[in-house]
């Protein structure tokens, strides 16, 4: 509800995707992405990043080239740490949340938003039903720790 409502803080939205991944390398992962995210935009407000995202463009296709590309690694990083079943769909909306943005300012936008979720969730979904775990967990570390670090050079 969080990411949907993009309200509350992006750490709170990973410690709470942290959790529902039962996981703590894909916990960790996962806290680190929200982490980058805040890097990125300067902010842990969900309403901040919304605002910013809303002004300047969605977070995978403005700005300098290493802050675009945090938000793809932080957004990879989310999808490879989905756990299966019925949460997967929760890491794939986060995950285009961070690429997208959540604030849609017209009909374009907010196509562009919906587009985005459906593929991040099918996405999720995939790669939590056929990844194997003991791969795409490390590999979710690597990517959020990847974006984390872009997004502090950036």
């Known amino acids: 509800m ?21 996981d703590l390398v894909a ?22 990043i919304a605002g910013a995202q809303a002004v300047l463009g969605p977070g995978g296709v403005v700005g300098p080239a290493l802050a675009t590309t945090s938000a793809w690694c932080a957004a990879a990083a989310l999808v490879l740490a989905t756990p299966r079943g019925w949460r997967a769909p929760a890491f794939g909306l986060a995950a285009a949340l961070f690429v997208a943005g959540p604030a849609a300012t017209d009909g374009d936008s907010l196509a562009l938003r919906v ?40």
């Open 115 to 154: 587009a985005a979720g459906v593929v991040a969730g099918g996405l999720a979904v995939a790669a939590g039903r056929w990844l194997p775990q003991a791969a795409a967990r490390p590999a979710a570390l690597a990517l959020a720790a990847i974006a984390g670090v872009l997004a502090l050079v950036a």
């Open 2 to 22: 969080v990411a949907l409502t993009s309200t509350g803080d992006v750490v709170l939205l990973g410690v709470l995707l942290g959790l529902a991944s039962a």
């Open 27 to 48: 916990g960790a992962a996962v806290v680190a992405a929200g982490l980058s995210v805040a890097f990125r935009w300067g902010s842990t407000s969900l309403d901040a």
